[in-house]
Nanobody, 124 residues
Framework: QVQLVESGGGLVQAGGSLRLSCSAS????????MGWFRQAPGQERDFVAA????????YYTDSVKGRFTISRDNAKNTVYLQMNSLKPEDTAVYYC?????????????????WGQGTQVTVSS
């Protein structure tokens, strides 16, 4: 079965950086788009970023554009989320997810498998 394991979360001061990693197994990683979502306490799970199968197309929610970068290494079956200039409002559990296709118009993926999440806490 598909397994996604996130790592790299932690506590950081505002303005700092973190890099999240997500290691995937269970199917051919390079065929599918990947994404990151986050969920703050008492909030719904929200889209953060997505990347197509080749890495050629990326999508971001407006609040992280220019600060976060999603990337992937298909040889390592891993997707990354580089987070810079972190703000207290970025505090959340971050989830890795994989889509049912490799590419979708306007990044409108159907995400079907999820990791357990990794906590990111940004102090002010």
């Amino acid at each position: 079965q598909v397994q996604l394991v996130e790592s790299g979360g932690g506590l950081v001061q505002a303005g700092g950086s973190l890099r999240l990693s997500c290691s995937a197994s269970g199917r051919t990683f390079s065929r599918y788009a990947m994404g990151w979502f986050r969920q703050a306490p008492g909030q719904e799970r929200d889209f953060v970023a997505a990347i197509s199968w080749s890495g050629g197309s990326t999508y971001y929610t407006d609040s992280v554009k220019g600060r976060f970068t999603i990337s992937r290494d298909n040889a390592k079956n891993t997707v990354y989320l580089q987070m810079n200039s972190l703000k207290p409002e970025d505090t959340a559990v971050y989830y890795c997810t994989t889509a049912s296709t490799g590419w979708a118009r306007q990044g409108r993926y159907d995400f079907e498998y999820w990791g357990q999440g990794t906590q990111v806490t940004v102090s002010s």
